[in-house]
């Protein structure tokens, strides 16, 4: 779907499995997301459940980044697909490709497909405030922080903060 000279994106397949519970199950890596798979048999049946069509409404669509290098799957992208308009993205990368640039240039080409060819007119990303490193990702990617929940979220038996973070097409560099 997109490829650049570090990574591609590609819609993410039932044979990708293996390699996507090998770093989603890593719970240290994954401690501020709502899931994390305890078995291949779990991120089987996420990966049934992505849509067969990208950029449809009310669905949330995975695509897996590949290494150009090593051809190996190292994270992916998820994309909300709230409306006609408007998309919520969330980013899950192993530990170790963290601190690379895989992040920050996979969502920069994620939201610049989504702007300059969907012409979506809003994204957005929602985080737990603990997670520094990913506020300082979307930070750096032009995003602003546009609200602060208090204590909105229940995950991993806990109530936790949650940050709204966006950017408009009309701001989008």
């Not at 669905?59 to 590949?66: E, G, N, S």
């Not at 090593?70 to 409306?83: A, E, L, R």
Request: proline share 3%; net charge positive.
């Amino acid at each position: 779907m997109i490829t650049t000279k570090k990574v591609t994106l590609r819609p993410i397949d039932i044979k990708d499995a293996e390699e996507v519970f090998s770093y989603r199950s890593d719970a240290e890596t994954n401690k501020y997301q709502g899931w994390l798979p305890e078995s291949k048999k779990e991120i089987e049946t996420f990966i049934s459940k992505n849509p067969k069509e990208f950029n449809t409404p009310e669905t949330w669509f995975q695509l897996v980044i590949i290494d150009n290098i090593s051809k190996k799957i190292i994270g992916d992208i998820g994309v909300h697909f709230i409306d006609d308009n408007q998309c919520e993205l969330g980013i899950t990368l192993a530990k170790k490709h963290h601190g690379k640039g895989y992040a920050s240039l996979s969502l920069k080409e994620v939201v610049s497909y989504l702007f300059n060819t969907l012409n979506k007119h809003r994204i957005i990303t929602s985080l737990d405030p603990r997670n520094l490193d990913s506020i300082k990702l979307v930070e750096r990617l032009g995003l602003r922080k546009e609200a602060h929940f208090k204590k909105s979220l229940f995950l991993n038996n806990e109530w936790v903060d949650d940050i709204i973070y966006a950017v408009l097409k009309t701001e989008w560099k």
